[in-house]
């Protein structure tokens, strides 16, 4: 794993380098990564499964993760939802929980794995919506503000939500060669969901609110903020884990109650200034940026193990039906015309956060089932990649095409 690491930050540095000459070549920082990570792949070889399944590699993607959850968390701009209530609601209230039902109910006969539990987790690997693939489609004016910020908030949200279920459904899964039960999966989750919630809200309550009153005291330095707010997702995912929470989610809920306290009353309407984010982001960017590169090693490693063809199938599937169907039902009678309810349900591109799922769920599974979980991963982030990074915002704009 350190060979990769090293790999991985060698690659993101020459890419810093020439970022401006890539981006003329429409080469972002993913594809980039993406590129590098396949050359690498390649020539490991047989000795990525070794790097991919340590210790090492598995504490690494949880800090990614915990690291971006908190961005995400503290990113959503204009409010808790966003001023989107109506279409974040829908969104993440209804056409989410659908869309899991939807996804385990067709997988479990179409994988033929080993479990229930392992369909959960593949679901929630395949189904978190991510815009890097595709950041244009966000920043596209020509698209109706109210489907780019639904979207922009769900994408937000939807990791913070995934993780305790993906963590339930490791749990289910217990240790290799054997299932529990989800009674005795609960009796684990409740108090690490307990922990989470405890830590997260408390860390990030407190700490926002030392943020506001120590700004508007001139007691703290914008350059001291910015630290801290690097810092506070770091010890909330050790504090949390260290009791026997789940990380994830604290981490998640530390934003949150963050964004809450350091706003006060006005934070229902009010954003966190985006200079004291400004080096979390980046942080986050970076970190994100070297999932990418992971990402481009596994894509190397499943190109050369044996494969189903169902595995192809329900990775598509995931990127279309399984998303489609649950926002068509989710938003009946909700005032959308057809083509914006087409929209929210086609623009759903994944990324970072299946990536870090995927190789979480690798680590953890046994062999069949961790490779299905692998491939499965490989093949809905990398049909994002391709599909909406080069068709997404000439197929949203047909579909909507203009501004509200």
Not at 78 to 86: C, I, S, T, V
Not at 219 to 229: K, N, Q, Y
Request: aromatic residues 8%.
């Amino acid at each position: 794993m350190v060979l990769l690491l090293v790999c991985s930050m060698v690659s993101m540095l020459l890419w810093s380098l020439f970022s401006e000459r890539l981006q003329r070549w429409r080469i972002a920082g993913p594809m980039a990564m993406v590129l590098s990570g396949l050359v690498i792949g390649f020539i490991l070889r047989d000795d990525v499964a070794s790097h991919l399944n340590t210790d090492l590699a598995e504490r690494t993607v949880e800090i990614v993760l915990a690291l971006l959850l908190f961005v995400d968390a503290t990113e959503v701009r204009g409010g808790f939802l966003g001023g989107e209530r109506k279409i974040v609601g829908r969104l993440l209230g209804l056409a989410l929980p659908l869309s899991i039902v939807l996804t385990v109910l067709v997988g479990v006969p179409l994988l033929g794995v080993s479990s229930v539990a392992v369909v959960l987790a593949i679901a929630c690997i395949v189904l978190p919506i991510d815009f890097a693939p595709a950041a244009e489609l966000l920043r596209d004016q020509r698209l109706p503000r109210r489907i780019r910020h639904g979207l922009a908030v769900e994408s937000g949200y939807n990791d913070g939500i995934f993780s305790p279920l993906f963590a339930f459904a490791l749990l289910l899964l217990g240790l290799p060669g054997e299932t529990k039960s989800p009674l005795a999966a609960l009796e684990d989750a409740v108090p690490a969901l307990g922990f989470a919630i405890l830590v997260g809200v408390g860390i990030g309550g407190l700490t926002g609110l030392l943020a506001r009153v120590s700004s508007r005291r001139d007691w703290v330095t914008s350059h001291g903020l910015r630290i801290a707010m690097v810092l506070i997702p770091l010890v909330t995912y050790a504090c949390a884990t260290a009791i026997g929470g789940n990380g994830f989610v604290a981490a998640f809920l530390a934003g949150i109650a963050y964004k809450l306290t350091r706003l006060g009353r006005a934070g229902s309407h009010d954003d966190v200034p985006h200079a004291e984010l400004s080096l979390v982001d980046e942080i986050g960017q970076m970190s994100a940026l070297v999932m990418w590169s992971m990402f481009g090693v596994v894509t190397a490693f499943v190109f050369m193990t044996p494969f189903e063809w169902t595995w192809i199938l329900f990775g598509l599937l995931a990127l279309t039906v399984f998303r489609a169907i649950p926002v068509y039902l989710a938003f009946l009678g909700s005032g959308l015309n057809f083509r914006e309810q087409t929209a929210l349900g086609l623009l759903g591109p994944r990324g970072t956060s299946s990536a870090v799922f995927g190789l979480l769920a690798f680590n953890a599974m046994r062999d069949d089932d961790a490779y299905a979980a692998m491939y499965i991963m490989v093949v809905t982030v990398l049909g994002s990649v391709i599909l909406y990074g080069l068709f997404g915002a000439r197929a949203a704009r047909r579909l909507v095409g203009s501004r509200d």
